[in-house]
């Protein structure tokens, strides 16, 4: 018998499949998935691989073919299913085998067992009385004192008997030598869920809620198996409708995996599962500890675990069989990895799911762009709820225009409407959410006179300041110096916008003295629990303002949060990419939703440059239909995804001048891929009419600067490339591949690949 094994090696020339014999000692026992330790090289020095098939033939030469060398015991098996899963992964995102097989492994290594030891009373009770009194007349009082405990419990924990009783080891082993007691081990699953006493609430569904739960079990007992979109406003109950979802597939003997963006979230919407659920729900996430994640991996495999939450990590938890994934928020860009392969969890779940006869359900109330589009052209199944689950109004929203204050003298970051609305909450003892919109900010330039940002002449997207007094444009690599003075009205109060959640928290103790602030950003959650703490004490209304950034406007539901303040909208919609518009009007619409959610109304303040951009707009009016229609003309006009597919190759070295030379080389040999590719087979007439028009079957834009050029002495540089076919360009990823790996030029860079970046 043979193993196929690939090495634990990140190369991209030792990327493929070697053979070994399988030894007598190991037959029956190796399995696709398991980790092995092997000879390699010349040396035949023991290097770590992983099994990824088992054959009777071998390929090699027999006479050259090297023995398995043992499974290591710290070796943790991957299902056959995620190896398969890993190959997919590998072949459309690009990077290793290795690389992928590493990613779908949530565990490297075996922990140590946790185990539970207890004695065990071996004499009925009147052998053990007479037990005791010879212990006594002998004067044994420590064997003395362990029986008389054994004789009130016949079974007692290790711990309690060594520490409260203070009974040493000598005395246990001479009592279990002499029968009177055995020491019974068991091993214990470590449950980072802490149990609650709360009782599941009994739900009164909406009919909007009761359709789509009943849609997907109609579907789900018929063995129909879809990918749902449930486009659902903030608040109207879609963790819920997902319980119902995940109810129906338990009821079958089969588990599911919940997907959620931030750790921050975890808690509360563990508590709500754990409710429904009991213990049978757990959670993956890099906050546990190392023997915390192992053991939830473990309870997976053997069947103790019915639900598992977590981000990203989670959706390769190794469920015997999987029957649903639930992507909660799937619009968020943390479902995307930013190390390689560079893989989307909606893609990769829906891919899982397939081979698996397992469903997905997407859930957003500011779906993507790209969900929204598959969902529209019937690829997914699009489920919608229009109202919120008790029917509370909408949080009334207000529109700042800080070009506005400026002129009436307010030159602090709170506008007048959000200051009143404030002390107005505070008065009546309301909470108050205080949102900076952060995220992706790359120091854009604008007016505070008109407005104005400063955009490049040939992309629709703003200029980036950059330390040498420069502004870039990161799609097309135009560059201007930087202005002091707006060229549209001519004002000198332009400038890049700064401002930090910190220096927010100071304003608001300064211009509230009474009111408590708590503040949550990366700097207050870095310590473990901290998320939890934070929210906690804020929904225990410890604290009136929640100063924050993105991870504040997540899911969260606080009852008594009646505002939001939205304190700088401009600065995700400058960011120099091509989702600004798309990542505002789902950060603002979020936040919005924070408001009102109890029984009390709510409102929301925009304070914003640029009041009439139509994601500011459209966020205001709450309006996703108008948002989209508006968003996805320009993606079709630019040709950015979903409306066509981009592949974004990553280039980075420490030699600046061999760079630019591996990119320009680099940007010729993918030219030629492209002019060699025909979109239809056997098709040459369309092919040439296309290339006459000067339309070829993919563009290529770059070499250009990422954003930032250099970190850490490390350069670098990306190559984008547009078509409207996703599989062209997997295609192209494979050329280039290929090509860098029989180029010895390339050896001193590092080229990653990055599909639809977000």
């Given at each position: 018998m043979f193993a196929d094994v690939i090495v634990d090696i990140q190369h991209e020339k030792l990327d493929k499949i070697f053979q070994y014999r399988i030894p007598e000692s190991l037959e029956g026992r190796l399995e696709p998935g398991m980790g092995v330790i092997v000879p390699f090289g010349k040396g035949n020095r023991r290097i770590r691989g992983y099994v990824t098939g088992i054959s009777r033939t071998c390929d090699y030469d027999l006479s050259k073919v090297?023995?398995?060398?043992?499974?290591?015991?710290?070796?943790?098996?991957?299902?056959?299913?995620?190896?398969?899963?890993?190959?997919?992964?590998?072949?459309?995102?690009?990077?290793?085998?290795?690389?992928?097989?590493?990613?779908?492994?949530?565990?490297?290594?075996?922990?140590?067992?946790?185990?539970?030891?207890?004695?065990?009373?071996?004499?009925?009770?009147?052998?053990?009385?007479?037990?005791?009194?010879?212990?006594?007349?002998?004067?044994?009082?420590?064997?003395?004192?362990?029986?008389?405990?054994?004789?009130?419990?016949?079974?007692?924990?290790?711990?309690?008997?060594?520490?409260?009783?203070?009974?040493?080891?000598?005395?246990?082993?001479?009592?279990?030598?002499?029968?009177?007691?055995?020491?019974?081990?068991?091993?214990?699953?470590?449950?980072?869920?802490?149990?609650?006493?709360?009782?599941?609430?009994?739900?009164?569904?909406?009919?909007?809620?009761?359709?789509?739960?009943?849609?997907?079990?109609?579907?789900?007992?018929?063995?129909?198996?879809?990918?749902?979109?449930?486009?659902?406003?903030?608040?109207?109950?879609?963790?819920?409708?997902?319980?119902?979802?995940?109810?129906?597939?338990?009821?079958?003997?089969?588990?599911?995996?919940?997907?959620?963006?931030?750790?921050?979230?975890?808690?509360?919407?563990?508590?709500?599962?754990?409710?429904?659920?009991?213990?049978?729900?757990?959670?993956?996430?890099?906050?546990?500890?190392?023997?915390?994640?192992?053991?939830?991996?473990?309870?997976?495999?053997?069947?103790?675990?019915?639900?598992?939450?977590?981000?990203?990590?989670?959706?390769?938890?190794?469920?015997?069989?999987?029957?649903?994934?639930?992507?909660?928020?799937?619009?968020?860009?943390?479902?995307?990895?930013?190390?390689?392969?560079r893989y989307h969890a909606r893609e990769t779940a829906i891919q899982r799911a397939e081979t698996e006869d397992a469903s997905v359900v997407l859930g957003s109330a500011t779906p993507s762009m790209e969900a929204m589009y598959r969902a529209r052209s019937g690829e997914y199944v699009l489920l919608e709820m229009r109202n919120r689950s008790r029917m509370q109004q909408m949080a009334d929203v207000y529109i700042a225009d800080m070009r506005e204050e400026l002129k009436n003298?307010?030159?602090?970051?709170?506008?007048?409407?959000?200051?009143?609305?404030?002390?107005?909450?505070?008065?009546?003892?309301?909470?108050?959410?205080?949102?900076?919109?952060?995220?992706?900010?790359?120091?854009?330039?604008?007016?505070?006179?008109?407005?104005?940002?400063?955009?490049?002449?040939?992309?629709?997207?703003?200029?980036?300041?950059?330390?040498?007094?420069?502004?870039?444009?990161?799609?097309?690599?135009?560059?201007?110096?930087?202005?002091?003075?707006?060229?549209?009205?001519?004002?000198?109060?332009?400038?890049?916008?700064?401002?930090?959640?910190?220096?927010?928290?100071?304003?608001?103790?300064?211009?509230?003295?009474?009111?408590?602030?708590?503040?949550?950003?990366?700097?207050?959650?870095?310590?473990?629990?901290?998320?939890?703490?934070?929210?906690?004490?804020?929904?225990?209304?410890?604290?009136?303002?929640?100063?924050?950034?993105?991870?504040?406007?997540?899911?969260?539901?606080?009852?008594?949060?009646?505002?939001?303040?939205?304190?700088?909208?401009?600065?995700?919609l400058y960011t120099g990419d091509y989702r600004s518009g798309e990542r505002t009007f789902q950060l603002l619409t979020q936040a919005e939703g924070r408001a009102g959610r109890g029984d009390r109304p709510g409102e929301a303040v925009i304070q914003t440059y640029d009041p009439s951009h139509y994601a500011i707009r459209t966020a205001a009016e709450q309006d996703y239909e108008a948002f989209y229609e508006e968003e996805i003309r320009y993606r079709e006009l630019m040709g950015y995804p979903p409306a066509e597919s981009l592949l974004a190759v990553l280039v980075s070295g420490g030699d600046e001048a061999l760079l630019e030379k591996g990119c320009h080389y680099l940007r010729e040999y993918i030219l030629r891929v492209i002019r060699g590719i025909s979109l239809r087979e056997n098709d040459a007439e369309e092919q040439n009419s296309r290339e006459q028009a000067g339309d070829p079957a993919a563009q290529v834009i770059g070499p250009a600067s990422p954003g930032i050029d250099k970190i850490k002495d490390i350069y670098r540089r990306v190559i984008y490339i547009k078509a409207e076919q996703y599989s062209l360009l997997v295609g192209i990823k494979d050329k280039i591949e290929q090509y860098i790996e029989i180029n010895s030029g390339f050896d001193r860079m590092r080229i990653q690949f990055d599909f639809n970046p977000m």
């Open positions: 090297k023995d398995i060398i043992e499974i290591p015991e710290s070796a943790v098996e991957i299902e056959a299913k995620l190896v398969a899963l890993a190959a997919w992964m590998k072949s459309n995102y690009g990077g290793t085998m290795i690389q992928a097989l590493k990613t779908v492994l949530p565990i490297k290594h075996k922990e140590k067992a946790k185990v539970k030891k207890t004695l065990r009373l071996l004499l009925d009770k009147e052998t053990g009385k007479r037990q005791l009194h010879y212990y006594l007349e002998k004067n044994q009082k420590a064997r003395a004192r362990l029986m008389a405990a054994l004789l009130d419990d016949p079974v007692l924990e290790y711990d309690l008997v060594t520490k409260k009783l203070n009974i040493t080891m000598p005395v246990i082993r001479a009592l279990e030598e002499q029968g009177v007691l055995r020491v019974e081990t068991e091993q214990v699953f470590r449950n980072p869920v802490r149990q609650t006493g709360n009782h599941e609430k009994k739900i009164v569904y909406t009919p909007e809620q009761q359709y789509v739960i009943g849609r997907f079990r109609k579907d789900y007992m018929q063995g129909i198996r879809n990918t749902y979109l449930i486009h659902g406003v903030t608040g109207s109950g879609k963790t819920e409708v997902y319980m119902e979802m995940i109810r129906t597939v338990v009821d079958q003997g089969r588990q599911a995996i919940v997907l959620i963006p931030e750790i921050a979230l975890t808690y509360q919407t563990v508590m709500r599962f754990y409710r429904k659920f009991g213990d049978r729900v757990s959670v993956m996430n890099s906050r546990l500890s190392a023997g915390e994640r192992y053991d939830q991996m473990m309870r997976a495999k053997s069947g103790q675990v019915d639900v598992m939450i977590g981000p990203r990590s989670a959706l390769f938890t190794p469920f015997p069989d999987l029957g649903l994934i639930v992507i909660d928020e799937e619009h968020d860009t943390a479902y995307k990895s930013e190390q390689t392969p003298g307010n030159r602090s970051i709170l506008s007048g409407r959000l200051r009143e609305l404030m002390e107005d909450r505070l008065k009546k003892g309301e909470q108050i959410m205080l949102f900076l919109n952060r995220r992706g900010y790359s120091g854009f330039i604008s007016c505070r006179e008109c407005g104005h940002v400063i955009k490049c002449p040939h992309c629709d997207v703003s200029l980036s300041v950059h330390r040498d007094g420069k502004m870039r444009c990161h799609y097309c690599g135009y560059e201007q110096p930087k202005v002091t003075v707006c060229p549209e009205c001519g004002s000198r109060y332009i400038g890049e916008f700064r401002a930090g959640t910190q220096q927010i928290e100071d304003l608001v103790r300064e211009t509230f003295p009474q009111a408590r602030v708590l503040r949550m950003d990366m700097d207050t959650t870095r310590q473990k629990d901290a998320h939890e703490k934070i929210l906690s004490a804020f929904a225990n209304e410890e604290a009136d303002v929640l100063v924050g950034t993105q991870m504040i406007v997540k899911g969260h539901d606080f009852p008594n949060v009646t505002l939001v303040g939205v304190l700088a909208a401009d600065m995700s």
